[in-house]
């Protein structure tokens, strides 16, 4: 079992920056794939950006690349996702997702835990 608790989620201008953070308990965080994922008003859940059980493989949807970026600190058992540049299309609750296995995977369906989501608001 994982438990995923996600900070950082605000209200912004476009272009702004926001960090988020995911504090994860409950199984050995550096065995597990873990990744972001987001989801408007309306709209199904999306993939953002998925990072590799040690953190030397990335992945990002093509909405976000060059702007965001995906990382994990295995010490603190933390997932992190850095947002710059950020657009008025961002806007969405931001999920933590963590596998059970050491795969990275872009497919919602292949994450087990999920936390509970913070809101990201970004204003033109």
């Known amino acids: 079992q994982v438990q995923l608790v996600e900070s950082g989620g605000g209200l912004v201008q476009a272009g702004g920056s926001l960090r988020l953070s995911c504090a994860a308990s409950g199984r050995t965080f550096s065995n597990i794939a873990v990744g972001w994922f987001r989801q408007a008003p309306g709209e199904e859940r999306e993939f953002v950006a998925a990072?590799?059980?040690?953190?030397?493989?990335?992945y990002y949807a093509d909405s976000v690349k060059g702007r965001f970026t995906i990382s994990r600190d295995n010490a603190k058992n933390t997932l992190y996702l850095q947002m710059n540049s950020l657009k008025p299309e961002d806007t969405a609750v931001y999920y933590c997702?963590?596998?059970?296995?050491?795969?990275?995977?872009?497919?919602?369906?292949?994450?087990?835990?999920w936390g509970q989501g913070t809101q990201v608001t970004v204003s033109s």
């Open positions: 990072i590799s059980a040690l953190g030397g493989t990335t």
């Open positions: 997702a963590a596998s059970k296995s050491r795969i990275t995977s872009t497919r919602a369906l292949s994450y087990d835990y």
